[in-house]
């Protein structure tokens, strides 16, 4: 063979190598990127061997949102450092702790800010019992915080720092929220501040049973992005970097990220925000129709097979539900237009509005559809905006509020007292729980912040504290006053 021929034969073996590498490559790109999209947009297309794409979408939109919403949320959520057991007097009240006194005790989370004047709102479980409470910007620089006021209800708490021009976080909508889009969790998990990480909304109107109060309201948007301890009081935000919940627990065994987290609705958040600016505590509108999820067992006695809507076990006397016609064995069915599905969704929907408000509630009895307006209430029955009747009683080391007329009758009770911010010393020591109503001391009733001061700081011998856990169940203390 020709030196010719055999030079020719080489180089075109060495085109044929050269055009089947830069086919294959080519190739493997455009399947890496077709991965990469599938996995990262929030489009999910079947593959097919000729795939139209939505102009808008790009490969990379989903990470380009990401970037985008982190870099708008980020400096909006802050550092929260606590430290309770700082300053207290050591007395007669508080004499189990002059011996083995343990000491300060810290803890952190998270918290976003609400406006450019200082507003921070965070957990109320991430301030709880604090004595002092710092905040950290993104920026380094610290401040001392005050408590404008909290909502355990919720479990929402407003702040206050001395500063300006701080940059507050977009509002989004949270009834817009739709199961399986894009979210982020942004906070201090774990004490490694600003950090961001995503997921999908997996749920919402989740009640996980937490909060422990006479009155929770629990409808959270569940999320598998990684939450961790230090997250609480962080912000839940859109691709678009808007504020769509506050970040508040997550459902593990080992009490780190497991795949389960729960925010608090961006809207029940707003509402918080304004009526704890304005008055230092939440109007809670007050319907009086106790309701219950429709479960297997009520469905038997339904007229058909629509289980839509939740069911009316209880009425109360003269509140608004009474007054609107509202009876047992009804199921609402909507609030002012919104489908209620289960009892989640119907507190979520009432802690919307302020006593005095109207609804219009859409509910089936029998097989008819009917509609009613309420005028809600508060828990005393009447329309006005309450004030907060909680007094801190430092002898006792605790904060003491009346009960409502509404909570003595769900309560079946003639008076009773509700102690709460308990800080330590005398209530303390006792292991009296947050938020346990007492009824009576040594068969005394109560009804007032005095009667509890006077009877415990006057009696002494033997004394039993009769009440009311925050499950509904009774109990019964006793002890000795020398």
Not at 60 to 78: G, I, L, M, Y
Not at 146 to 158: E, F, H, M, R, Y
Not at 311 to 339: H, N, Q, T
Not at 390 to 418: D, M, W
Request: glycine letters at 10%; aromatic letters at 8%; a neutral charge.
């Amino acid at each position: 063979m020709k030196k010719d021929s055999i030079l020719l034969i080489i180089i075109a073996s060495f085109l044929s190598g050269l055009g089947g590498a830069y086919l294959f490559t080519a190739l493997g790109a455009g399947y890496q990127k077709d991965k990469a999209y599938e996995a990262n947009s929030a489009y999910k297309h079947v593959f097919t061997n000729v795939r139209a794409v939505p102009a808008s979408v790009t490969t990379a939109s989903a990470p380009s949102d990401f970037v985008t919403a982190a870099e708008q949320s980020s400096p909006s959520v802050v550092f929260i450092k606590t430290v309770s057991g700082t300053s207290r007097d050591i007395d007669f009240w508080d004499f189990w702790n002059f011996f083995g006194h343990r000491g300060p005790i810290s803890s952190a989370g998270s918290g976003v800010i609400v406006s450019a004047d200082g507003y921070i709102v965070t957990n109320n479980h991430v301030i709880d019992n604090a004595d002092d409470i710092e905040v950290t910007l993104t920026n380094k620089h610290t401040y001392k915080a005050k408590v404008i006021g909290t909502d355990p209800n919720t479990d929402l708490a407003l702040l206050k720092i001395d500063a300006k021009n701080l940059p507050p976080i977009a509002f989004g909508n949270s009834d817009q929220v739709k199961i399986g889009e894009w979210v982020l969790a942004v906070g201090n998990p774990l004490n490694l501040t600003s950090t961001v990480t995503a997921g999908i909304v997996s749920a919402k109107g989740r009640n996980i049973n937490i909060v422990n109060t006479q009155f929770p309201i629990e409808s959270f948007i569940q999320t598998d992005a990684a939450i961790n301890p230090g997250n609480s009081g962080g912000a839940l935000v859109n691709t678009k970097g808007e504020l769509i919940g506050i970040n508040t627990a997550i459902a593990s065994k080992t009490g780190a990220y497991s795949g389960y987290g729960f925010a608090i609705p961006v809207n029940i958040v707003k509402k918080a925000i304004n009526d704890l600016k304005e008055f230092g505590i939440v109007q809670n509108a007050f319907l009086g129709a106790e309701v219950i999820d429709i479960d297997e067992k009520i469905a038997d006695k339904l007229p058909d097979d629509n289980f839509s809507g939740v069911y009316v076990f209880d009425v109360m006397r003269e509140s608004a539900a009474s007054k609107a016609g509202i009876k047992e064995g009804d199921i609402i069915l909507k609030i002012d237009g919104f489908p209620i599905n289960s009892k989640a969704e119907y507190l979520e929907r009432l802690s919307y509005y302020r006593p005095g408000e109207t609804i219009k509630i859409t509910l089936k009895r029998g097989k008819n559809i009917l509609d009613f307006s309420a005028m809600l209430t508060n828990r005393d029955g009447t329309t006005e905006m309450i004030r907060n009747n909680k007094v801190f009683v430092n002898q006792i080391g605790c904060a003491l509020t009346p009960l409502t007329k509404f909570e003595k009758q769900k309560y079946n009770i003639k008076s009773g007292i509700r102690i709460s911010d308990i800080k330590g010393g005398f209530v303390r020591q006792l292991g009296l729980p947050e938020n346990f109503i007492i009824i009576s001391i040594n068969n005394r009733e109560v009804d007032s912040v005095e009667d509890v001061v006077q009877l415990l700081g006057k009696q002494r011998g033997r004394m039993v504290i009769e009440g009311i856990h925050p499950n509904g169940t009774r109990g019964q203390y006793s002890f000795f006053m020398y």
